[in-house]
């Protein structure tokens, strides 16, 4: 139990995950929200907990030691700022901002005012991703060469944000996370079928330095759901399918050696990887409740999700 009195703002469907999970930790403290009847309903699951109309009312109680961002990207830089300014530890879900020079500033503020800040970049908590880290750094499928993600479903449209701002800031940080490097090269495009101006799919393209490459393709305009993830090396390749029941991560030790300028088929055994089954969400709460003793996030933190800001305009630009 981490007795670490964290204040929520934003009920809504994710928030309440957060809600639900910092109770479950011990160190759910407060809510905010502007809605009377999210709050009713809040209170009467959680009585013991002191609910908000506003953020000003809740930076004024010295009890709460940090918040969690759950609002419309939109509010993310006032809210986070608000909050660094006071001198209080933040975790603001992803998008960051929708703004390089306001991710700049927020980066910052956090240096200036010694503040924890994360970025809700969640599957960078999730055990698969951190076990695909581990294999690459092992050298376990030789030279990184290849990543692609899908992220797929007749999923939920939403009327102010398009499919790209509001799915593919998860492959993004995932991409980052596992090659450690900004992209030389970003090209992007996107299709927009159902809203004017709304992309319901895109396609974006990225190159390293190293020859490393990759593709994000994501949509919510799709038949079927699937969150697939395949990591190709020299020696040998990597899938996580999150979208599957039983989220398979999978080896395979397969490759081509050239032999004589002809490309010969290695296909070797498939196995299926065992990985610790944890709920990101909470390794990514506790890992934040963590940080406030430590001073140190070397995960999701405000410099890592600059750099998928930067990258997020850039493409986002490509796509308008």
């Given at each position: 139990?981490y007795?670490?009195?964290?204040?929520?703002?934003?009920?809504?469907?994710?928030g309440?995950?957060?809600?639900?999970?910092?109770?479950?930790?011990?160190?759910?403290?407060?809510?905010?929200?502007?809605?009377?009847?999210?709050?009713?309903?809040?209170?009467?699951?959680?009585?013991?907990?002191?609910?908000?109309?506003?953020?000003?009312?809740?930076?004024?109680?010295?009890?709460?030691?940090?918040?969690?961002?759950?609002?419309?990207?939109?509010?993310?830089?006032?809210?986070s700022?608000?909050?660094?300014s006071?001198?209080?530890?933040?975790?603001?879900?992803?998008?960051?901002?929708?703004?390089?020079?306001?991710?700049?500033?927020?980066?910052?503020?956090?240096?200036?005012?010694?503040?924890?800040?994360?970025?809700?970049?969640?599957?960078?908590?999730?055990?698969?991703?951190?076990?695909?880290?581990?294999?690459?750094?092992?050298?376990?499928?030789?030279?990184?060469?290849?990543?692609?993600?899908?992220?797929?479903?007749?999923?939920?449209?939403?009327?102010?944000?398009?499919?790209?701002?509001?799915?593919?800031?998860?492959?993004?940080?995932?991409?980052?996370?596992?090659?450690?490097?900004?992209?030389?090269?970003?090209?992007?495009?996107?299709?927009?079928?159902?809203?004017?101006?709304?992309v319901?799919?895109?396609?974006?393209?990225?190159?390293?330095?190293?020859?490393?490459?990759?593709?994000?393709?994501?949509s919510?305009?799709?038949?079927?759901?699937?969150?697939?993830?395949?990591?190709?090396?020299?020696?040998?390749?990597?899938?996580?399918?999150?979208?599957?029941?039983?989220?398979?991560?999978?080896?395979?030790?397969?490759?081509?050696?050239?032999?004589?300028?002809?490309?010969?088929?290695?296909?070797?055994?498939?196995?299926?990887?065992?990985?610790?089954?944890?709920?990101?969400?909470?390794?990514?709460?506790?890992?934040?409740?963590?940080?406030?003793?430590?001073?140190?996030?070397?995960?999701?933190g405000?410099?890592?999700?600059?750099?998928?800001?930067?990258?997020?305009?850039?493409?986002?630009?490509?796509?308008?």
């Amino acid at each position: 139990m981490y007795h670490k009195n964290i204040c929520v703002i934003g009920a809504g469907y994710w928030g309440y995950n957060h809600i639900k999970t910092l109770h479950e930790l011990g160190a759910l403290y407060g809510v905010v929200d502007s809605n009377p009847k999210t709050i009713d309903k809040i209170s009467q699951t959680y009585g013991y907990i002191k609910t908000f109309k506003d953020i000003d009312n809740a930076l004024d109680d010295s009890k709460i030691k940090g918040f969690t961002v759950c609002t419309p990207p939109e509010t993310h830089y006032q809210l986070s700022k608000k909050i660094t300014s006071s001198r209080k530890h933040v975790l603001v879900e992803k998008p960051f901002t929708l703004d390089i020079s306001e991710a700049e500033e927020l980066c910052n503020l956090s240096k200036k005012h010694s503040t924890i800040m994360m970025v809700g970049h969640v599957l960078l908590f999730h055990p698969a991703i951190i076990k695909i880290k581990e294999l690459i750094e092992q050298g376990k499928i030789g030279k990184l060469q290849y990543i692609y993600s899908n992220r797929l479903n007749l999923g939920q449209v939403r009327t102010q944000e398009n499919v790209f701002w509001s799915l593919a800031p998860h492959d993004i940080a995932i991409f980052q996370y596992l090659i450690g490097r900004q992209p030389n090269s970003i090209k992007a495009s996107g299709s927009a079928f159902l809203q004017e101006r709304i992309v319901d799919s895109t396609i974006t393209k990225l190159k390293y330095n190293g020859g490393v490459e990759g593709h994000i393709f994501v949509s919510w305009l799709h038949p079927f759901k699937e969150h697939r993830l395949v990591v190709i090396g020299s020696e040998a390749m990597i899938s996580f399918q999150d979208s599957d029941e039983k989220k398979p991560l999978k080896f395979y030790s397969k490759k081509f050696d050239m032999k004589n300028g002809f490309p010969k088929k290695i296909d070797g055994p498939t196995k299926e990887i065992e990985y610790e089954r944890k709920m990101p969400l909470t390794e990514e709460l506790k890992y934040f409740l963590d940080s406030f003793n430590s001073g140190i996030v070397e995960k999701s933190g405000a410099n890592h999700a600059l750099e998928v800001t930067k990258i997020l305009v850039e493409a986002s630009r490509q796509i308008k």
